[in-house]
């Protein structure tokens, strides 16, 4: 049953820390997504790659956000430095999209609370 | 500004009852309706999706019924169940890139 996966799954830091969020796509899948969800602001997307190439990262705030993608079976979400607004849950997507389907299949999601 | 706007932003619906949810949008080059359902600490998991050149899709009890003229699509959960109680987001996509997801409506299905 392949899922995505996202580590940690819960993290809390004091701000001004690093925080870095992994996320392994479906293997296969060409698309991996970031976004944030908020009670105010819903679901939010920060950013995506298609086949590892970074497409859109306009929804990211680019001083202290960053996404990469440094192979095919791992992306990472990195906040440096972190501050009390950041406090979110931040879920990773991957999908085969352009394909037969635009579906997009979530991770669990990384709670984070900054304090 | 929010591409797809969604309500009820709550819904309390009793056991067996049907569920309707609705969402709309602006932008016509939305090619791309899926919903998804969100159960607590759990990521958004694809339910039901539509393409705008069929005006209805049913998978068992859900249904979207889908309005291009009045840019408007809804999703109908007949028979609705306790287990169905979760957040329901609508989204909408343009060519196959990101998704611009609806607020969400919390659904409640009381026993």
């Known amino acids: 049953d392949a899922r995505v996966t996202q580590t940690p799954r819960d993290k809390v830091t004091e701000m001004g820390q690093e925080v870095t969020m992994r996320c392994q796509p479906i293997?296969?899948?060409?698309?991996v997504f970031w976004y944030r969800q908020t009670m105010m602001q819903g679901l939010e997307l920060l950013a995506y790659?298609?086949?590892?190439?970074?497409?859109?990262d306009s929804g990211m705030p680019k001083d202290r956000f960053s996404a990469e993608m440094p192979d095919a079976t791992l992306a990472t979400l990195k906040i440096q430095p972190s501050e009390p607004r950041d406090s979110a849950v931040y879920f990773c997507?991957?999908?085969?999209?352009?394909?037969?389907?635009?579906?997009?299949?979530f991770g669990p999601g990384t709670r984070l609370t900054v304090l | 500004q929010q591409q797809v706007k969604q309500s009820p932003q709550s819904l309390i619906v009793q056991k067996g009852g049907i569920s309707i949810i609705n969402c709309a949008y602006e932008?016509?080059?939305?090619?791309?309706f899926p919903w998804y359902q969100q159960f607590p600490g759990k990521g958004p998991a694809l339910l039901i999706a539509?393409?705008?050149?069929?005006s209805e899709k049913k998978e068992g009890r859900f249904t979207i019924s889908f309005n291009k003229s009045a840019k408007q699509f809804s999703l109908h959960i007949m028979d609705s169940q306790p287990g169905d109680s979760a957040t329901y987001f609508c989204?909408?996509?343009?060519?196959?890139?990101?998704?611009?997801f609806g607020t969400g409506t919390r659904l409640t299905v009381i026993p």
């Open positions: 932008n016509t080059a939305f090619d791309y």
């Open positions: 790659f298609r086949n590892r190439a970074p497409l859109d």
């Open positions: 997507a991957s999908g085969l999209v352009g394909w037969s389907t635009d579906t997009q299949y």
């Open positions: 293997l296969g899948h060409n698309t």
């Open positions: 539509i393409r705008p050149d069929v």
């Open positions: 989204a909408a996509e343009v060519g196959a890139n990101n998704l611009f």
